[in-house]
């Protein structure tokens, strides 16, 4: 299950996500099928996005006012979709990690928004996107410390206080990443901005569409979420 707050729809409102979930997967060595378009959809987003600047991305803007009003610097901690935006126009490509990671990132620089993939056998129950204690625990991709998130950020969080995710979308931790065992995964793509309900369903599709399609046993399921339907639970 995935869920918001009601505290976080209270202070954000204008939050539109969609959510895709997968089981039965195979995250393999990438098929060149999926390499080739991750490439392409790098070259035409390197085309839409290069030399222009993060502000008038309005996917990009819209999550940095929304780091700001939870007190996170967004200059500092780059939402997900924008450090990979920047990380593509800055070095011209973005290398390919496994191909549930590599779908996720393909449709993150084609709309602009922040898409996480998330292991379900790696997280304790349902996630909840909620305001931060400063009790939990988190450990950062690529490091062995387990840290805590400051209290008041927004966090991806699982029953056992384990953060999925810290300063909403900034960084997911190592514990809830898919890799080479992920059988079931959950996707989240996410956004603010004034079409952010077309878009993030554009996106949801999207994800969708490239999971049918490089993994044929897949079954899945995608949902819509806002806050007048905060939360999502597999029907399986």
């Given at each position: 299950?995935?869920?918001?707050?009601?505290?976080?729809?209270?202070?954000?409102?204008?939050?539109?996500?969609?959510?895709?979930?997968?089981?039965?997967?195979?995250?393999?060595?990438?098929?060149?099928?999926?390499?080739?378009?991750?490439?392409?959809?790098?070259?035409?987003?390197?085309?839409?996005?290069?030399?222009?600047?993060?502000?008038?991305?309005?996917?990009?803007?819209?999550?940095?006012?929304?780091?700001?009003?939870?007190?996170?610097?967004?200059?500092?901690?780059?939402?997900?979709?924008?450090?990979?935006?920047?990380?593509?126009?800055?070095?011209?490509?973005?290398?390919?990690?496994?191909?549930?990671?590599?779908?996720?990132?393909?449709?993150?620089?084609?709309?602009?928004?922040?898409?996480?993939?998330?292991?379900?056998?790696?997280?304790?129950?349902?996630?909840?996107?909620?305001?931060?204690?400063?009790?939990?625990?988190?450990?950062?991709?690529?490091?062995?410390?387990?840290?805590?998130?400051?209290?008041?950020?927004?966090?991806?969080v699982d029953?056992?206080?384990?953060?999925?995710?810290?300063?909403?979308?900034?960084?997911?931790?190592?514990?809830?990443?898919?890799?080479?065992?992920?059988?079931?995964?959950?996707?989240?793509?996410?956004?603010?901005?004034?079409?952010?309900?077309?878009?993030?369903?554009?996106?949801?599709r999207d994800?969708?569409?490239?999971?049918?399609?490089?993994?044929?046993?897949?079954?899945?399921?995608?949902?819509q979420l806002?806050?007048?339907?905060?939360?999502?639970?597999?029907?399986?």
């Amino acid at each position: 299950m995935f869920s918001y707050h009601r505290e976080v729809l209270a202070r954000f409102p204008t939050i539109r996500a969609g959510v895709v979930h997968a089981d039965r997967l195979v995250n393999g060595p990438g098929p060149d099928p999926l390499r080739k378009a991750f490439h392409e959809q790098q070259v035409v987003s390197l085309a839409r996005f290069g030399g222009r600047p993060m502000s008038e991305i309005p996917s990009i803007l819209a999550w940095r006012r929304t780091f700001s009003a939870f007190g996170v610097q967004p200059t500092r901690y780059r939402n997900a979709a924008e450090a990979l935006i920047r990380r593509l126009t800055k070095a011209g490509d973005i290398p390919s990690i496994n191909p549930l990671v590599d779908i996720a990132n393909l449709v993150s620089i084609r709309y602009g928004l922040p898409v996480a993939a998330m292991d379900q056998a790696r997280v304790a129950g349902p996630i909840t996107v909620r305001f931060a204690n400063g009790d939990e625990h988190f450990n950062d991709l690529g490091s062995s410390r387990t840290t805590s998130p400051e209290a008041g950020e927004v966090i991806f969080v699982d029953r056992a206080g384990a953060v999925a995710a810290r300063r909403w979308c900034w960084r997911q931790s190592a514990q809830s990443a898919t890799g080479p065992s992920t059988v079931v995964a959950l996707y989240t793509v996410e956004g603010h901005h004034e079409a952010a309900e077309e878009d993030v369903a554009s996106a949801t599709r999207d994800l969708a569409a490239l999971l049918e399609t490089h993994q044929p046993r897949a079954r899945i399921e995608t949902a819509q979420l806002s806050p007048s339907l905060p939360r999502y639970e597999p029907a399986r």
